[in-house]
């Protein structure tokens, strides 16, 4: 569904890099590939390593996918710990903060409970 929207892999055309999400109380993982604008995205393995990592509790990425808070803002928190180079980070937040936007909107017209 992300390929499908021209905005979002114009925004990530000429990058190629990896996000591992994490939902760190219930040992659930999701990487994110960017690979010049095309976006995948696929269960973790222990393990695994990625360019940047994100983790949280699940409460918090539920906040986030109700759109109650930003990814962002949480990091700056401590709410949600990052690694990786926050300098290159910086770099991508736009387009970061942009995908953000329309995973939301797809989450949004699921129906989920959570």
Same mark, same amino acid.
């Given at each position: 569904?992300?390929?499908?929207?021209?905005?979002?892999?114009?925004? %990530?055309?000429?990058?190629?890099?990896?996000?591992?999400?994490?939902?760190?109380?219930?040992?659930?993982?999701?990487?994110?590939?960017?690979?010049?604008?095309?976006?995948?995205? !696929?269960?973790?393995?222990?393990?695994?390593?990625?360019? %940047?990592? %994100?983790?949280?509790? &699940?409460?918090?990425?539920?906040?986030?996918?109700?759109?109650?808070?930003?990814?962002?803002?949480?990091?700056?928190?401590?709410?949600?710990? %990052? !690694?990786?180079?926050?300098?290159?980070?910086?770099? &991508?937040?736009?387009?970061?903060?942009?995908?953000?936007?329309?995973?939301?909107?797809?989450?949004?017209?699921?129906?989920?409970?959570?």
């Amino acid at each position: 569904m992300l390929n499908s929207d021209k905005d979002l892999t114009n925004a %990530f055309n000429g990058i190629n890099t990896t996000i591992l999400v994490e939902c760190s109380d219930r040992s659930s993982a999701y990487v994110i590939g960017v690979s010049d604008g095309k976006i995948t995205s !696929k269960e973790a393995v222990p393990g695994e390593k990625a360019e %940047f990592r %994100f983790s949280a509790p &699940y409460e918090e990425w539920a906040r986030i996918l109700k759109d109650e808070s930003k990814i962002q803002g949480e990091v700056v928190r401590g709410r949600i710990k %990052f !690694k990786g180079s926050m300098p290159k980070m910086l770099l &991508y937040l736009s387009r970061v903060v942009k995908m953000e936007g329309k995973i939301i909107q797809m989450v949004k017209g699921m129906d989920l409970k959570y």
